[in-house]
Nanobody
């Protein structure tokens, strides 16, 4: 499974960005997809996750109400709509996917086997 993330960039505080992550390869073998982020000097942290159907989602407390994860199964793509961005949201954002043989909470980083290359999000005036 290969994951290609895109959509990062520079945005002012209060602005919006939409990240995309396209999956290819053995996509039949994955179910949950998610987004993680890592800021300089900090550990990677969970941002949001979505089930295969898109019917189940989970969000980190720090972004609830501002970010929305969605999934287009027909396009094998997961999105992260980020609104009301804050300087503390600046980080490299990674998309990830989990094999369908793993049963775990959507936020469990250890369960994600496939990772994209990351896309930089900078929030600054």
């Amino acid at each position: 499974v290969q994951l290609q993330a895109s959509g990062g960039g520079l945005v002012q505080p209060g602005g919006s960005l939409r990240l995309s992550c396209a999956a290819s390869g053995s996509i039949f073998s994955i179910n949950v997809m998610g987004w993680f982020r890592q800021a300089p000097g900090k550990e990677r942290e969970f941002v949001a996750g979505v089930s295969r159907s898109g019917g189940s989602t989970n969000y980190a407390d720090s972004i609830k109400g501002r970010f929305t994860i969605s999934r287009d199964s027909a396009k094998n793509t997961v999105y992260l709509q980020m609104n009301s961005l804050k300087p503390e949201d600046a980080a490299v954002y990674y998309c990830a996917a989990r094999p369908n043989t793993v049963i775990a909470d959507l936020a469990s980083e250890w369960a994600y086997k496939y990772w994209g290359q990351g896309t930089q999000v900078t929030v600054s005036s």
